[in-house]
Protein backbone atom coordinates (compact mmCIF):
# COMPACT_ATOMS: atom_id res chain seq x y z
CA UNK A 1 0.00 0.00 0.00
CA UNK A 2 0.74 3.46 -0.60
CA UNK A 3 2.68 4.84 2.41
CA UNK A 4 2.66 8.65 3.18
CA UNK A 5 5.82 9.97 5.54
CA UNK A 6 7.22 13.51 5.45
CA UNK A 7 8.90 14.50 1.49
CA UNK A 8 8.56 11.23 0.15
CA UNK A 9 5.54 10.19 -0.02
CA UNK A 10 4.16 8.59 -3.05
CA UNK A 11 2.20 10.56 -5.58
CA UNK A 12 -1.29 9.30 -6.12
CA UNK A 13 -3.01 11.95 -7.37
CA UNK A 14 -1.51 14.90 -9.63
CA UNK A 15 -3.57 18.08 -10.28
CA UNK A 16 -3.34 17.65 -13.63
CA UNK A 17 -4.72 14.26 -13.57
CA UNK A 18 -7.66 15.81 -10.98
CA UNK A 19 -8.79 17.97 -13.81
CA UNK A 20 -8.75 15.23 -16.27
CA UNK A 21 -10.63 12.93 -14.15
CA UNK A 22 -13.62 15.99 -13.23
CA UNK A 23 -13.34 17.41 -16.72
CA UNK A 24 -14.35 13.66 -17.82
CA UNK A 25 -17.20 13.84 -14.64
CA UNK A 26 -18.19 16.87 -16.29
CA UNK A 27 -18.41 15.81 -19.77
CA UNK A 28 -20.49 13.20 -19.10
CA UNK A 29 -22.48 14.80 -16.52
CA UNK A 30 -23.10 17.34 -19.39
CA UNK A 31 -23.87 14.52 -21.82
CA UNK A 32 -26.55 13.09 -19.32
CA UNK A 33 -28.31 16.50 -19.90
CA UNK A 34 -27.69 17.25 -23.66
CA UNK A 35 -30.92 15.78 -25.19
CA UNK A 36 -33.30 17.79 -22.70
CA UNK A 37 -30.96 20.72 -23.12
CA UNK A 38 -31.98 20.50 -27.07
CA UNK A 39 -27.81 20.33 -27.77
CA UNK A 40 -27.76 17.16 -29.95
CA UNK A 41 -29.09 17.46 -33.37
CA UNK A 42 -28.85 15.18 -36.59
CA UNK A 43 -26.61 15.90 -39.20
CA UNK A 44 -27.44 14.46 -42.84
CA UNK A 45 -24.76 13.46 -45.48
CA UNK A 46 -25.93 12.76 -48.60
CA UNK A 47 -25.53 9.16 -50.54
CA UNK A 48 -25.38 9.46 -54.31
CA UNK A 49 -26.70 7.06 -57.02
CA UNK A 50 -23.35 5.99 -59.37
CA UNK A 51 -24.95 5.84 -62.41
CA UNK A 52 -27.95 8.76 -62.24
CA UNK A 53 -25.59 10.82 -59.73
CA UNK A 54 -29.06 11.54 -58.29
CA UNK A 55 -29.03 12.19 -54.24
CA UNK A 56 -30.70 8.38 -53.25
CA UNK A 57 -30.13 8.55 -49.84
CA UNK A 58 -28.50 10.23 -46.46
CA UNK A 59 -27.09 8.78 -43.52
CA UNK A 60 -27.83 10.59 -40.11
CA UNK A 61 -25.10 11.00 -37.74
CA UNK A 62 -25.19 12.66 -34.68
CA UNK A 63 -23.89 16.10 -33.52
CA UNK A 64 -23.66 17.53 -29.72
CA UNK A 65 -22.81 21.17 -29.88
CA UNK A 66 -21.97 22.03 -26.24
CA UNK A 67 -22.33 25.29 -24.73
CA UNK A 68 -18.43 26.14 -24.20
CA UNK A 69 -16.64 23.33 -25.81
CA UNK A 70 -18.71 23.74 -29.21
CA UNK A 71 -19.43 21.03 -31.67
CA UNK A 72 -18.32 17.93 -30.07
CA UNK A 73 -17.30 14.75 -32.67
CA UNK A 74 -19.70 11.58 -32.28
CA UNK A 75 -16.63 9.77 -32.12
CA UNK A 76 -15.69 11.49 -28.65
CA UNK A 77 -19.23 11.01 -27.10
CA UNK A 78 -20.63 8.39 -28.48
CA UNK A 79 -17.71 6.19 -26.49
CA UNK A 80 -18.53 8.07 -23.42
CA UNK A 81 -22.00 7.90 -23.96
CA UNK A 82 -21.35 3.80 -24.15
CA UNK A 83 -19.06 3.71 -21.23
CA UNK A 84 -21.79 5.65 -19.31
CA UNK A 85 -25.03 3.88 -20.05
CA UNK A 86 -26.57 6.59 -22.16
CA UNK A 87 -26.15 5.32 -25.29
CA UNK A 88 -29.58 3.37 -25.22
CA UNK A 89 -31.39 6.95 -24.40
CA UNK A 90 -29.03 8.46 -27.31
CA UNK A 91 -29.51 5.72 -29.65
CA UNK A 92 -33.72 5.70 -29.31
CA UNK A 93 -33.29 9.40 -29.71
CA UNK A 94 -31.51 9.24 -32.92
CA UNK A 95 -34.47 6.92 -34.01
CA UNK A 96 -37.56 9.33 -33.10
CA UNK A 97 -35.68 12.07 -34.44
CA UNK A 98 -34.62 10.19 -38.22
CA UNK A 99 -38.34 8.82 -38.58
CA UNK A 100 -39.98 12.46 -37.57
CA UNK A 101 -37.80 14.12 -40.37
CA UNK A 102 -38.32 11.31 -43.00
CA UNK A 103 -42.12 12.15 -41.92
CA UNK A 104 -41.38 15.90 -42.46
CA UNK A 105 -39.59 15.68 -45.12
CA UNK A 106 -42.35 13.51 -47.11
CA UNK A 107 -44.44 16.04 -46.25
CA UNK A 108 -42.25 18.36 -48.22
CA UNK A 109 -42.06 15.97 -51.62
CA UNK A 110 -38.31 14.97 -50.59
CA UNK A 111 -38.48 11.33 -50.79
CA UNK A 112 -35.78 9.04 -49.66
CA UNK A 113 -33.78 6.75 -47.84
CA UNK A 114 -32.31 7.76 -44.54
CA UNK A 115 -29.87 6.02 -42.44
CA UNK A 116 -28.99 6.23 -38.84
CA UNK A 117 -25.52 4.35 -37.73
CA UNK A 118 -26.78 1.37 -34.41
CA UNK A 119 -24.56 0.72 -31.61
CA UNK A 120 -23.55 -2.54 -30.41
CA UNK A 121 -25.73 -1.81 -27.09
CA UNK A 122 -28.69 -1.28 -29.09
CA UNK A 123 -28.24 -4.29 -31.06
CA UNK A 124 -27.79 -6.63 -27.70
CA UNK A 125 -31.29 -4.70 -26.06
CA UNK A 126 -34.22 -6.67 -26.30
CA UNK A 127 -36.96 -4.77 -28.20
CA UNK A 128 -35.09 -2.88 -30.83
CA UNK A 129 -37.05 -3.70 -33.36
CA UNK A 130 -40.37 -3.19 -31.74
CA UNK A 131 -38.91 0.54 -30.68
CA UNK A 132 -38.02 1.24 -34.06
CA UNK A 133 -41.30 -0.50 -35.98
CA UNK A 134 -43.21 1.75 -33.46
CA UNK A 135 -41.29 4.96 -33.98
CA UNK A 136 -42.10 4.23 -38.09
CA UNK A 137 -46.09 4.14 -37.63
CA UNK A 138 -46.19 6.66 -35.24
CA UNK A 139 -45.16 8.90 -37.65
CA UNK A 140 -46.77 7.12 -40.66
CA UNK A 141 -43.14 6.13 -42.37
CA UNK A 142 -42.69 2.97 -43.98
CA UNK A 143 -40.35 0.64 -42.85
CA UNK A 144 -38.17 0.37 -46.47
CA UNK A 145 -37.66 3.94 -45.68
CA UNK A 146 -35.18 3.24 -42.54
CA UNK A 147 -31.68 1.60 -42.90
CA UNK A 148 -29.76 0.85 -40.28
CA UNK A 149 -26.19 1.18 -40.54
CA UNK A 150 -23.86 -1.51 -38.17
CA UNK A 151 -20.33 -1.62 -38.28
CA UNK A 152 -18.78 -5.27 -39.73
CA UNK A 153 -17.32 -5.90 -36.51
CA UNK A 154 -20.70 -5.72 -34.39
CA UNK A 155 -22.51 -6.87 -37.57
CA UNK A 156 -20.43 -10.66 -37.18
CA UNK A 157 -20.70 -11.09 -33.57
CA UNK A 158 -22.53 -13.92 -33.79
CA UNK A 159 -23.97 -14.20 -30.51
CA UNK A 160 -28.20 -15.26 -29.49
CA UNK A 161 -29.11 -11.51 -29.20
CA UNK A 162 -27.73 -9.49 -32.23
CA UNK A 163 -28.65 -12.42 -34.65
CA UNK A 164 -32.56 -12.24 -33.03
CA UNK A 165 -31.98 -8.69 -33.36
CA UNK A 166 -31.20 -8.84 -37.45
CA UNK A 167 -34.22 -11.58 -37.88
CA UNK A 168 -36.40 -9.09 -36.00
CA UNK A 169 -35.03 -6.05 -38.35
CA UNK A 170 -35.82 -8.12 -41.02
CA UNK A 171 -39.18 -9.22 -40.04
CA UNK A 172 -40.28 -5.52 -39.45
CA UNK A 173 -38.95 -4.42 -43.14
CA UNK A 174 -36.16 -2.12 -42.91
CA UNK A 175 -32.93 -1.99 -44.71
CA UNK A 176 -29.53 -3.41 -43.21
CA UNK A 177 -26.07 -2.45 -44.51
CA UNK A 178 -22.68 -3.65 -42.83
CA UNK A 179 -20.62 -0.16 -42.03
CA UNK A 180 -16.86 0.09 -42.54
CA UNK A 181 -16.62 -3.30 -44.66
CA UNK A 182 -13.02 -4.31 -44.96
CA UNK A 183 -11.89 -3.36 -40.96
CA UNK A 184 -13.69 -6.09 -39.45
CA UNK A 185 -13.39 -9.83 -39.63
CA UNK A 186 -15.88 -11.08 -42.02
CA UNK A 187 -17.31 -14.81 -42.16
CA UNK A 188 -17.96 -14.93 -45.54
CA UNK A 189 -20.49 -17.62 -44.71
CA UNK A 190 -22.43 -15.80 -41.44
CA UNK A 191 -22.12 -12.65 -44.43
CA UNK A 192 -23.93 -15.05 -46.89
CA UNK A 193 -26.36 -15.65 -44.10
CA UNK A 194 -26.78 -12.03 -42.63
CA UNK A 195 -30.10 -9.92 -44.07
CA UNK A 196 -28.37 -7.33 -45.28
CA UNK A 197 -29.24 -5.44 -48.58
CA UNK A 198 -25.93 -3.28 -48.46
CA UNK A 199 -22.19 -3.57 -47.67
CA UNK A 200 -20.02 -0.02 -47.21
CA UNK A 201 -16.37 -0.11 -47.93
CA UNK A 202 -14.14 1.56 -45.56
CA UNK A 203 -12.81 5.30 -46.17
CA UNK A 204 -9.37 3.49 -45.31
CA UNK A 205 -9.88 1.52 -48.72
CA UNK A 206 -11.22 4.83 -50.56
CA UNK A 207 -8.70 7.14 -49.42
CA UNK A 208 -5.78 5.12 -50.70
CA UNK A 209 -7.52 4.50 -54.35
CA UNK A 210 -5.75 6.69 -56.30
CA UNK A 211 -2.34 5.34 -54.99
CA UNK A 212 -2.37 2.23 -53.90
CA UNK A 213 -2.31 -0.90 -55.61
CA UNK A 214 -3.54 -3.03 -52.85
CA UNK A 215 -6.89 -0.84 -51.95
CA UNK A 216 -7.88 -0.76 -55.55
CA UNK A 217 -7.65 -4.40 -55.42
CA UNK A 218 -9.43 -5.06 -52.42
CA UNK A 219 -12.25 -2.10 -53.69
CA UNK A 220 -12.54 -4.14 -56.62
CA UNK A 221 -13.05 -7.58 -54.91
CA UNK A 222 -15.12 -5.30 -52.41
CA UNK A 223 -17.72 -4.74 -55.04
CA UNK A 224 -17.37 -8.37 -56.67
CA UNK A 225 -18.24 -10.42 -53.77
CA UNK A 226 -20.93 -7.70 -52.96
CA UNK A 227 -22.85 -8.00 -56.13
CA UNK A 228 -22.11 -11.70 -56.09
CA UNK A 229 -23.92 -11.88 -52.69
CA UNK A 230 -26.96 -9.77 -54.46
CA UNK A 231 -25.81 -6.84 -51.63
CA UNK A 232 -25.52 -2.81 -53.00
CA UNK A 233 -22.27 -1.37 -52.56
CA UNK A 234 -21.33 1.84 -50.95
CA UNK A 235 -18.21 3.83 -51.10
CA UNK A 236 -17.86 6.04 -47.80
CA UNK A 237 -15.11 8.87 -47.60
CA UNK A 238 -15.10 10.30 -51.43
CA UNK A 239 -13.05 12.85 -51.20
CA UNK A 240 -11.81 13.50 -54.74
CA UNK A 241 -12.78 13.27 -58.70
CA UNK A 242 -10.32 10.87 -58.80
CA UNK A 243 -11.80 8.26 -56.44
CA UNK A 244 -15.60 8.29 -58.08
CA UNK A 245 -14.37 8.04 -61.72
CA UNK A 246 -12.31 4.69 -60.49
CA UNK A 247 -15.22 3.98 -58.41
CA UNK A 248 -18.08 4.05 -61.22
CA UNK A 249 -15.75 2.15 -63.26
CA UNK A 250 -15.91 -0.33 -60.31
CA UNK A 251 -19.43 -0.53 -60.93
CA UNK A 252 -19.76 0.79 -57.31
CA UNK A 253 -23.53 1.40 -56.96
CA UNK A 254 -23.61 4.49 -54.38
CA UNK A 255 -21.02 7.07 -52.91
CA UNK A 256 -20.88 9.56 -50.26
CA UNK A 257 -18.56 11.46 -49.31
CA UNK A 258 -16.87 15.47 -48.47
CA UNK A 259 -16.57 15.61 -52.67
CA UNK A 260 -20.52 15.40 -53.08
CA UNK A 261 -21.17 17.60 -49.32
CA UNK A 262 -20.85 17.17 -45.51
CA UNK A 263 -22.76 16.12 -43.07
CA UNK A 264 -25.51 19.36 -43.00
CA UNK A 265 -28.41 19.85 -41.12
CA UNK A 266 -31.64 19.31 -42.14
CA UNK A 267 -32.71 22.31 -43.69
CA UNK A 268 -29.76 22.67 -45.59
CA UNK A 269 -30.15 19.14 -46.60
CA UNK A 270 -33.42 19.39 -48.27
CA UNK A 271 -31.98 23.16 -50.17
CA UNK A 272 -29.10 20.87 -50.99
CA UNK A 273 -31.19 18.13 -52.77
CA UNK A 274 -33.67 20.65 -54.68
CA UNK A 275 -30.62 21.60 -56.12
CA UNK A 276 -29.98 24.59 -54.51
CA UNK A 277 -26.11 23.51 -54.13
CA UNK A 278 -23.17 25.73 -53.04
CA UNK A 279 -20.79 26.82 -55.95
CA UNK A 280 -18.25 24.16 -55.62
CA UNK A 281 -19.96 21.27 -55.23
CA UNK A 282 -21.12 19.09 -58.16
CA UNK A 283 -24.78 19.44 -59.92
CA UNK A 284 -27.14 16.62 -59.69
CA UNK A 285 -30.85 15.96 -60.25
CA UNK A 286 -32.98 16.05 -57.93
CA UNK A 287 -34.92 12.79 -59.16
CA UNK A 288 -36.32 12.38 -55.28
CA UNK A 289 -38.71 14.91 -56.21
CA UNK A 290 -42.33 13.58 -56.64
CA UNK A 291 -44.60 11.05 -56.38
P1 LIG B 1 -19.55 6.25 -39.76
O1 LIG B 1 -20.91 5.72 -39.57
O2 LIG B 1 -18.59 5.38 -40.50
O3 LIG B 1 -19.74 7.66 -40.49
C1 LIG B 1 -18.84 8.20 -41.41
C2 LIG B 1 -17.98 9.28 -40.81
O4 LIG B 1 -17.08 9.77 -41.82
C3 LIG B 1 -18.73 10.51 -40.32
O5 LIG B 1 -18.01 11.07 -39.23
C4 LIG B 1 -18.66 11.45 -41.55
O6 LIG B 1 -18.83 12.81 -41.19
C5 LIG B 1 -17.26 11.16 -42.00
N1 LIG B 1 -17.07 11.44 -43.44
C6 LIG B 1 -18.00 11.40 -44.43
N2 LIG B 1 -17.44 11.68 -45.62
C7 LIG B 1 -16.13 11.91 -45.39
C8 LIG B 1 -15.01 12.26 -46.25
O7 LIG B 1 -15.12 12.41 -47.46
N3 LIG B 1 -13.80 12.40 -45.62
C9 LIG B 1 -13.63 12.23 -44.29
N4 LIG B 1 -12.40 12.41 -43.78
N5 LIG B 1 -14.66 11.91 -43.46
C10 LIG B 1 -15.89 11.75 -44.01
P2 LIG B 1 -18.73 11.53 -37.90
O8 LIG B 1 -20.02 12.24 -38.24
O9 LIG B 1 -17.73 12.24 -37.07
O10 LIG B 1 -19.13 10.15 -37.22
C11 LIG B 1 -18.15 9.26 -36.77
C12 LIG B 1 -18.75 7.95 -36.32
O11 LIG B 1 -19.59 8.14 -35.18
C13 LIG B 1 -19.65 7.30 -37.36
O12 LIG B 1 -18.87 6.62 -38.34
C14 LIG B 1 -20.45 6.37 -36.50
O13 LIG B 1 -19.74 5.18 -36.23
C15 LIG B 1 -20.57 7.16 -35.21
N6 LIG B 1 -21.92 7.75 -35.16
C16 LIG B 1 -22.38 8.90 -35.71
N7 LIG B 1 -23.69 9.08 -35.45
C17 LIG B 1 -24.09 8.01 -34.72
C18 LIG B 1 -25.34 7.58 -34.12
O14 LIG B 1 -26.40 8.22 -34.27
N8 LIG B 1 -25.32 6.42 -33.40
C19 LIG B 1 -24.20 5.66 -33.26
N9 LIG B 1 -24.27 4.53 -32.54
N10 LIG B 1 -23.03 6.01 -33.81
C20 LIG B 1 -22.96 7.16 -34.53
MG1 LIG C 1 -22.31 4.88 -40.82
MG1 LIG D 1 -18.81 4.12 -42.02
MG1 LIG E 1 -15.83 4.39 -41.42
Not at 29 to 54: F, M
Request: proline share 3%; aromatic share 6%; net charge negative.
Amino acid sequence: AAKRNGGNSIVVFEPHMGSDASAQLELQNDLRHAIARGQITLHYQPKVDGSSGSIIGVEALLRWVHPERGMISPDTFIALAERFGIILALGNWVIEEACRQLAQWRALGLHMRVAINLSVHQLRETGLAQRIATALQNHGVDADQLLCEITESIAMEDTLATQRTFEELRDIGVYLSIDDFGTGYSSLNYLRQLPAQQLKIDRSFIRDLETEEDARAVVQAVVGLAHALGLRVVAEGVETAGQRDILLNMRCDELQGYFYARPMPADMLLAWARGDKPAGTADFSDSVFGG
